[in-house]
C-alpha cells in the first residue's frame, strides 16, 4: 500500500499519530511505501511518481487533508458523518435523551448539546438552545440548512475510545475526564454487543471509532462513531494500523452514507 503522510511547516496536531504510523510503516518497509506532502500541494497539483496509482493512495492527516484528496482524486466534495449508527441506536447504549433532526425541529428552548452533522467538525454547542435560534446584539444566529444531534446534557466521568478492525475490538484508550473511572466488564460486554450489532451492516466501515463515555449513574454510553480517519490514537499502536487507515477511507470512497434522522425524546 501507498499512503501520502501530511507533513506541514506549522504545527500539527495529528504529528504524533502520523509518526506512530510512520514508524509501523518502516516495520513493514517490505509491503508498504509512503511520501510526504502539505495541503497546499493539493492546489498546485500532485505529482508522483509514474508507478504509483494515486486512486488507490491513502492519505493520512487531517480531515481537511483526507478531504481535499478525496474531492481531488474521487471527486468527494463531502465527508458524512456517521454519528451513531442505526444499529446502535437502543436507549440502553446511549443513555441519554438523543435525536438527530433538521433544522426546522429544532427545540425552541432548552439547556442541550448541539451539532451541526450534515457535515464534520462544522459547529457544535453546550448551553440554551435559543442562544442559536434568535438574533443576539444584532448579530445573526449561527443556523444552516442540514441535520442537527440534539442531546440531553449528562454527568460524564470519563471518556474512552474504542477502535474496530473487521468486527474486532483493537484497542480502548483513555482520552478525557477521570483516568480512574474504566469500563467495567458488564461495560465491555456492552460495547461488544454494539460492536456486534454493527457488524450485521454491509455497508460499515471495516475499521472504524466508537467514542464512549462513562455517565453518572448510567453507565457506558456511546458518544458517536467515526471511520478510521484523521482519528486521534491516543497512544494506539500496532501492526494493524495501515490496514486500518486503508479499509477507514474505502468507507468513505465507496459508501459515505448520508445520516438517517432519529429520535428518542419522546420515550
Not at 14 to 20: G, P, Q
Not at 124 to 144: A, Y
Not at 196 to 205: A, C, Q, T, V
Request: proline content about 5%; overall charge negative; aromatic content about 12%.
Amino acid at each position: 500500500m501507498f499512503f501520502i503522510l501530511q507533513k506541514e511547516d506549522k504545527y500539527n496536531d495529528l504529528d504524533i499519530d502520523i509518526l506512530t504510523l510512520k514508524q509501523e510503516l518502516n516495520k513493514q518497509r517490505y509491503q508498504h511505501e509512503y511520501t510526504t506532502m502539505n495541503l497546499k500541494d493539493f492546489d498546485d497539483g500532485v505529482k508522483f511518481p509514474d508507478r504509483m496509482n494515486i486512486k488507490n493512495a491513502i492519505p493520512v492527516g487531517s480531515l481537511e487533508f483526507v478531504g481535499a484528496y478525496l474531492k481531488l482524486v474521487h471527486n468527494i466534495k463531502r465527508m458524512n458523518p456517521i454519528e451513531i449508527p442505526n444499529e446502535m441506536r437502543l436507549d440502553k447504549f446511549i443513555n441519554r435523551k438523543y435525536s438527530i433532526v433538521e433544522k426546522n425541529e429544532l427545540p425552541k428552548s432548552g439547556y442541550f448539546f448541539t451539532k451541526y452533522a450534515s457535515e464534520l467538525k462544522v459547529f457544535s454547542h453546550t448551553g440554551r438552545i435559543e442562544t442559536l435560534q434568535h438574533e443576539d446584539d444584532g448579530k445573526e444566529p449561527f443556523i444552516k440548512d442540514g441535520l442537527y444531534v440534539v442531546s440531553e446534557v449528562v454527568n460524564i466521568l470519563s471518556e474512552y475510545r474504542c477502535f474496530i478492525l473487521d468486527d474486532e475490538i483493537k484497542g480502548i484508550q483513555y482520552y478525557d475526564g477521570n483516568p480512574t473511572i474504566m469500563p467495567t466488564p458488564e461495560d465491555i460486554n456492552k460495547l461488544k454487543e454494539m460492536v456486534l450489532r454493527y457488524s450485521i451492516n454491509p455497508n460499515r466501515p471495516m475499521a472504524y471509532t466508537l467514542d464512549v463515555a462513562i455517565i453518572k449513574d448510567r453507565g457506558l454510553s456511546i458518544l458517536e462513531c467515526h471511520p478510521f480517519c484523521s482519528v486521534g490514537l491516543y497512544g494506539l499502536v500496532g501492526s494493524f494500523l495501515p490496514y486500518a487507515y486503508r479499509y477507514g477511507l474505502d468507507w468513505y470512497i465507496n459508501h459515505n452514507t448520508e445520516l438517517d434522522k432519529y429520535n428518542n425524546f419522546n420515550n
